[in-house]
C-alpha cells in the first residue's frame, strides 16, 4: 500500500512539471544559416558562445550552418565571394554595414547584423521561418529579401 501512495505522490507531483513544459517547434524542413565573424569582434564572440547554441537548440539537424572567419587570408578569396553574393540577395543593405560581424544570413529568409540576445534572436528567426511578424531584437539590424518580387517578412 505505502509503494501505491508513493507512486501516486509521484506522479501527482510530475503532472504539473509536464503542463508547464514549453511547446517546442517540431521543424520538418531544412533551413540554412550562413555568418560571418570577426576574430575580435566581441559581438561576433558573444554570437558564436551564446546565440549560436540557441539556435542549434532550437532546430538541430534541420538548421545547417556554415560559418566565415572574415580574417582568414588563406579563404579570403572564397569567403569575399560567398559574402558578396548573399549581400546582393538581401534588399536595403546599408554599404556602410560591410564588412562588420556577425553578419548573418538565414537563407531565403532574412539577414541579421549584430548578435542581441539568444532568446530574441531564436524567435527572431523562428517568426522569419514561420511567416509571423518579426520581434523587435534589440541590438540586432535585419535587413529582408526579395522573393518573387515581394519583399519577405516585412
Known amino acids: 500500500m505505502k509503494k501505491i501512495k ?11 512539471l509536464v ?3 514549453s511547446q517546442k517547434n517540431e521543424w520538418k524542413g531544412t ?3 550562413t555568418y560571418f565573424y570577426l576574430k575580435d569582434c566581441s559581438n561576433c564572440q ?14 538541430g539537424k534541420h538548421m545547417k550552418i556554415k560559418a566565415y572567419d572574415m ?5 579570403f578569396d ?27 544570413f538565414l537563407e531565403g529568409y532574412l539577414a541579421i547584423l549584430g548578435a542581441g540576445n539568444e532568446d530574441d534572436y531564436v524567435e527572431h528567426l523562428v517568426n522569419a521561418i514561420k511567416g ?11 535587413f529582408y529579401y526579395l522573393k518573387d ?4 517578412n516585412s
Not at 50 to 55: K, R, T
Not at 79 to 88: G, P
Not at 132 to 142: G, P, S, V
Not at 149 to 152: A, D, M, S, T, Y
Open 6 to 16: 508513493k507512486l501516486f505522490l509521484i506522479i501527482a507531483l510530475l503532472i504539473p
Open 19 to 21: 503542463g508547464c513544459q
Open 31 to 33: 533551413y540554412h544559416l
Open 46 to 59: 558573444h554570437f558564436k558562445k551564446n546565440v549560436l547554441p540557441a539556435i542549434k537548440k532550437e532546430f
Open 71 to 75: 580574417d582568414d587570408e588563406q579563404t
Open 78 to 104: 572564397e569567403m569575399k565571394a560567398s559574402y558578396q553574393e548573399h549581400i546582393d540577395q538581401i534588399i536595403d543593405f546599408n554599404e556602410d554595414d560591410y564588412g562588420y560581424g556577425p553578419m548573418v
Open 132 to 142: 509571423e511578424k518579426l520581434n523587435e531584437a534589440a541590438d540586432i539590424e535585419t
Open 149 to 152: 518580387g515581394k519583399v519577405q
